[in-house]
């Protein structure tokens, strides 16, 4: 098995069986630092198991997960567990289950634009407002890898381009690599360099330009998808190959050790 060089975490022909059903079927996958990996496939696809899985919170049935030593990891779950009926301030929700002084909070908070609610109810917040409180929770950890299900859930087209533009602005900004799960295929493709189409397996993965072409996406999200992101993604083309993995054998890994690359800046 090779390594995959400088990658903050890999999975390398990680199934997960549940139930009887083969929920991930032998999935390749890797980030590196500074990169925004996506993510995206149909409900029921798998997305959100591999997410935990990656982060060591699901135990996969086989092959093998490796993170970088002592990777610091920033997360923000699909779901929140949050009681909407127990009294809970944002400031007290920053420091749940981590340390953090009233600078270190504010810092946080005003990097992803939401300090003037610190005192703020948490069961009062909007949609687009919470999911910048849990984001500016998951930088306090000052994370090497960023994960993120479904970021811009519960939020208006508007708020959704800002999210995903504060989501760019933080990759720069801390040189993070980013893991991002998304139904919004259109935004998607305009702000990740990497995209894994995911139905169980990985049916397709590359370049957004080179995987919005792929026959495999067409076949998960139907041609008109393709058609319609096409404006969004024709000045992000990176120049990189899509890999259809459909009909092979997938004993194989991502990013090196399966079919070759041309081209791929990975």
């Known amino acids: 098995m090779l390594k995959v060089n400088n990658a903050l975490v890999t999975a390398h022909d990680v199934s997960l069986k549940a139930g009887g059903r083969l929920i991930l079927d032998r999935v390749n996958l890797a980030v590196r630092p500074g990169e925004i990996v996506t993510i995206i496939g149909p409900n029921g696809a798998g997305k959100s198991t591999l997410v935990k899985v990656l982060l060591g919170l699901v135990p996969q049935t086989s092959g093998k997960v490796e993170k970088q030593a002592g990777l610091r990891i920033g997360y923000v779950p699909q779901r929140f567990p949050i009681a909407m009926n127990v009294p809970l301030s944002v400031r007290r929700l920053m420091t749940l289950t981590l340390a953090a002084n009233d600078a270190e909070i504010t810092k ?47 939020v208006d087209f ?60 067409a076949k998960l999200f139907g041609p008109a998808a393709a058609r319609m992101i096409a404006a969004y993604t024709h000045h992000h083309d990176h120049d990189h190959e899509s890999h259809s993995h459909e009909g092979h054998d997938h004993a194989h890994d991502h990013h090196g050790h399966h079919h070759h690359h041309p081209g791929h800046r990975h």
């Open 158 to 217: 508007h708020g959704e381009v800002k999210l995903y533009e504060l989501i760019s602005a933080i990759r720069k900004a801390h040189g993070c690599g980013i893991l991002m799960v998304s139904h919004d295929l259109h935004m998607v493709m305009a702000e990740s360099d990497h995209v894994v189409c995911l139905n169980s397996h990985v049916c397709c993965e590359g370049g957004p330009t080179a995987v919005q072409k792929d026959p495999e996406f």
């Open 108 to 154: 946080a908070l005003d990097e992803t634009g939401v300090a003037h609610l610190v005192d703020a109810w948490v069961a009062d917040l909007s949609g687009g407002e919470l999911q910048r409180v849990l984001l500016a929770r998951a930088l306090l950890r000052r994370p090497q890898l960023l994960v993120l299900d479904e970021p811009v859930q519960a």
